[in-house]
């Protein structure tokens, strides 16, 4: 890796930059019409109510890449671990180096708080991607389906009643 590449901790002045990286990621998964965070949502969520926490990668000080985690638990291994929600790195950044980098500096993060394992979720048809995270040692759950629960669906489990 260069010695112009760095990995920093976000700030809460990286608000719109972290929303264009979230952008760029949703374009390329072809899920750009689902982003509805707008920039003082991002600046909310990360650097007030410190919902998630972000790398960015840079190179000859642009930006270049960023990686969005947060701790969860495990209950089996009794220790906490951390969620990688995003990894992006630009296409004509990529090929050089900075996904290993920022994968690698949330498994530091993982391995220094203690965590017992670094989890995420990939596209089934992000073949490229798919080749990257098992070239690095990663392994893909076969047993486990991900569910989910947004909008109307989400507000109508949260107002079930408990008995019914």
């Not at 270049?64 to 495990?74: H, I, K, R």
């Not at 991607?129 to 076969?142: E, H, K, N, Q, V």
Request: proline share 2%; glycine share 8%; charged share 25%.
């Amino acid at each position: 890796m260069a010695s112009d590449f760095l990995i920093r901790k976000a700030t809460e002045e990286d608000s719109a930059l972290i929303l264009f990286f979230i952008r760029s990621l949703a374009e390329y998964e072809k899920m750009l019409s689902e982003v509805t965070a707008s920039k003082e949502d991002i600046r909310r969520s990360l650097f007030e109510e410190k919902g998630a926490e972000v790398l960015i990668a840079q190179w000859q000080d642009k930006p270049v890449g960023f990686a969005l985690f947060f701790e969860n638990y495990s209950t089996f291994l009794g220790k906490k671990g951390i969620h990688l929600e995003d990894l992006f790195v630009l296409p004509d950044m990529r090929g050089k180096g900075f996904g290993k980098a920022l994968l690698q500096a949330v498994a530091k993060e993982t391995v220094s708080r203690g965590g017992g394992r670094l989890e995420w979720a990939c596209l089934n048809w992000n073949a490229p991607s798919i080749a990257f995270y098992r070239s690095m040692g990663a392994t893909p759950l076969s047993d486990w389906t991900t569910f989910r629960l947004t909008g109307e669906s989400l507000e109508a489990v949260s107002k079930l009643n408990h008995t019914s």
